[in-house]
């Protein structure tokens, strides 16, 4: 009688550990793409001496639980346009930003941070 109750309370408590190993932690976390801009990123030389075209690149604003990230493409990336005020998820990385949008990940370059003030109480 008494091993069966161990055994069962072994079954129990490795059941209880497998289940928690199994819950592993998603790195990303919840935020929301806030607005996109056009800005300039580098210049392109035309075909004669005074005509240039200026490279556009666009920043996005990611809005997470307590910053504010501003991101933007790298240079000889052309990433397709993500849906503002869509949710997304984000992991940072050194200096780049993962985004996760609706299934596919893309990276972009941090160039500026801020933290939100929270709302009085």
């Not at 190993?21 to 935020?31: F, G, L, S």
């Not at 949710?87 to 500026?112: M, N, W």
Request: aromatic share 6%; glycine share 6%.
């Amino acid at each position: 009688m008494l091993s069966r109750i161990l055994g069962i309370a072994l079954f129990i408590t490795l059941m209880a550990v497998g289940a928690s190993v199994a819950k592993k932690k998603d790195p990303y976390e919840p935020c929301t793409i806030v607005s996109m801009a056009d800005v300039p990123c580098g210049v392109h030389g035309g075909a004669g001496w005074n005509r240039t075209n200026d490279l556009l690149s666009q920043e996005y604003v990611i809005r997470s639980t307590t910053m504010e990230y501003h991101v933007r493409q790298s240079k000889e990336k052309h990433e397709a346009l993500l849906p503002i005020g869509a949710p997304a998820e984000f992991l940072i990385d050194k200096d780049e930003i993962k985004l996760r949008v609706q299934g596919d990940v893309h990276t972009y370059v941090v160039t500026s941070v801020n933290a939100l003030t929270p709302a009085p109480k």
